[in-house]
């Protein structure tokens, strides 16, 4: 028989069943630490008692030990203190800090994975050119910066550090800016 994964809030009477994590849009650097973000994600709501069970569960299923999670109280709805996800607890808190798009997951071992958090209501090709700046390992890039480029459709290109480079000055037009026709 198969175990049902459940979710329920430090608060009575709820329990809600989490979405599918092959649903989830996330990337993670194969790297992490890399950079100033270990990854991006792409939540469908700004609910975090919607959106982190299925995201807990596949950094779980990824092998990181989360037992916390700081998030930006001006991005998120509020969230209940403590959750439980598949019979895991986990600490939820919320902070006002400048960095809305940027949310932190503690490890176990005292180390934390930041994601790139993209805005549910963020075009879609976007949020994918987003997410692929974000799962970039060596970027040094922070979360505010990735999300400008993403939306920016600034031609870019890796550097040997594989960084994310503009083109340089030599390969734009002078008037329209626009990449020159090889």
């Excluded at 069943?17 to 092959?22: E, H, I, L, V, Y």
């Excluded at 998120?76 to 439980?84: A, D, I, L, V």
């Excluded at 808190?93 to 805005?119: E, F, H, K, N, Q």
Aim: aromatic share 8%; proline share 8%; glycine share 8%.
């Amino acid at each position: 028989m198969a175990a049902l994964n459940t979710v329920m809030f430090s608060y009575p009477g709820c329990s809600v069943p989490p979405a599918p994590p092959d649903d989830l849009r996330l990337r993670l650097r194969a790297n992490l630490g890399s950079g100033f973000v270990d990854g991006g994600w792409w939540p469908r709501s700004g609910d975090l008692n919607t959106e982190l069970p299925p995201l807990l569960m596949a950094m779980w299923s990824a092998g990181h030990q989360v037992y916390r999670v700081t998030y930006d109280l001006a991005s998120w709805e509020r969230s209940p203190r403590r959750m439980t996800v598949s019979g895991r607890r986990v600490k939820v808190d919320g902070y006002r800090s400048d960095g809305a798009t940027l949310s932190l997951v503690d490890l176990s071992g005292w180390s934390r994975i930041d994601l790139v958090v993209i805005p549910p209501a963020t075009d879609a090709q976007v949020a994918h050119r987003a997410l692929d700046l974000a799962g970039l390992d060596g970027d040094l890039h922070r979360a505010p910066e990735m999300l400008h480029r993403a939306a920016s459709k600034l031609p870019t290109r890796v550097s040997r550090y594989g960084c994310l480079e503009p083109l340089p000055g030599a390969d734009w037009e002078t008037e329209s800016g626009q990449v020159l026709a090889s």
